[in-house]
């Protein structure tokens, strides 16, 4: 009998294991792979294929000499530059809370990239990767 | 204004689940049936008047929790409770059914408790605490934690 009972045991067992795993699995690609920002918008990317958004401030000293470097650095990408303090619903969606904050977006809109600050800016100017 | 419980230490129903586990396996394994209403009394204790008289969730309280770094995170206790609540009518029924001689059916709704409180114990996924979650955000009620 205790043994007919111990083969429940074990396969309850392994059931609850093999839950566990798939849980797991399904917890780790829920967190890795929901978007953590929303898309660009189509009527900001313009239809290019890589699109800098730099969000700036009335009173953000760094934010135009980084928008011109952006065009000369890269002329083929799309280069927008928006007010934070003028489109603040934009900017809480992409959880802009200091200017400026660049983002890269790929033709789809999804961001590649965030920096936030002129020294982030530089280090990725510098370094890409 | 709606006013939400104070935060548990998660762990605590966790022990308790993790208890009742092993308590009910190894019943069923040495066919010893008063485990079944015993734990059923356990739970009901806990789920009627809180931690505090839950004999497990009292032990995990004094015992094992000041042992132990402070939790990463506290959650609702309304949950666990409602959990508990739904152990007790299916041990309960347990205990009716060994009652009438059912011994099979008895075993069977033990071991779906000794099941899902395995599996809360050992991943967090609370089928219970799930259901209370699903009504509450139906409902619109704010939670703790």
New interface residues.
Partial sequence: MIPLRLLVVVVLAFGVLLVARLFRQWRHTVRTEAPATPLIPLSIRAGAERTWVIFTTPLCASCGPIEARLRARDPGANVVRIDATEQPQLSHAFKVRSAPTVLLADGDGRVQARLVGAEAFDRYVRNPA | MVVTPKPIDPRGPRFNQAVLTVGL?GG????WKPVVPVFAVVLLLGAAFGPRYGPFLRLYAEVVKPRLAPPKELEDPRPPRFAAAVGVAFLGAATIAFAAGASTLGWALA?VV??LA??SA??G?CVGCEMWLFAARRRGIPLAG
């Fill in positions: 396996v069923f394994l040495f066919d071991l000794a099941v395995g599996l050992v991943t996924i």
